[in-house]
């Protein structure tokens, strides 16, 4: 099986756990630099997976840096987790899908890793539209 199939397969079957994160997030919006709950989530998944996992990120108690390493070389592939919510709106802007897309993307992509090489990082950023890192 090639390794884009592997990635697939994984997508598909396990594609209704990330959608209910995506949905266990959307229900409890937090605002930039608040977004305990979401960040743990994202993180606890992450874990699951063997992803070495770096918190409070320049000082914000939300971000975080999650990485697996094939420890064989090739490039680091970078995802991009947002999970902050808009005052008054919620989650409008769809943050909890990109946040979790990010995260299952990060894990489809670990399932062939240690066999092309190189690292998958996830950067989990809080305060994106309102603040800096």
């Keep these: 099986m090639s390794e884009k199939q592997q990635i697939l397969d994984y ?3 396990n594609k209704y756990s ?3 994160i995506s949905h266990r997030i959307h229900e409890r919006p937090e605002l930039g630099n608040e977004e305990i709950f979401a960040s743990r989530t994202l993180i606890d998944r992450l874990k699951e997976h063997d992803f070495e996992i770096e918190t409070e990120i320049a000082g914000h108690a939300t971000g975080f840096i999650a990485t697996y390493d094939s420890g064989l070389d090739g490039p680091a592939i ?3 987790a947002e999970y902050d919510a808009l005052p008054g709106l919620g989650h409008a802007c769809g943050h909890n ?3 979790t897309a990010s995260v299952l ?3 489809g992509l ?3 890793i ?3 090489g190189g690292k998958v990082v996830v950067l989990g950023v809080q305060l994106r539209r309102w603040g800096k890192w």
């Design 114 to 116: 240690d066999q092309i």
């Design 78 to 80: 970078g995802f991009l």
């Design 105 to 107: 993307g990060a894990i």
């Design 18 to 20: 990330y959608i209910e």
């Design 11 to 13: 997508i598909e079957t």
């Design 110 to 112: 670990k399932q062939v």
């Design 97 to 99: 899908i990109i946040g």
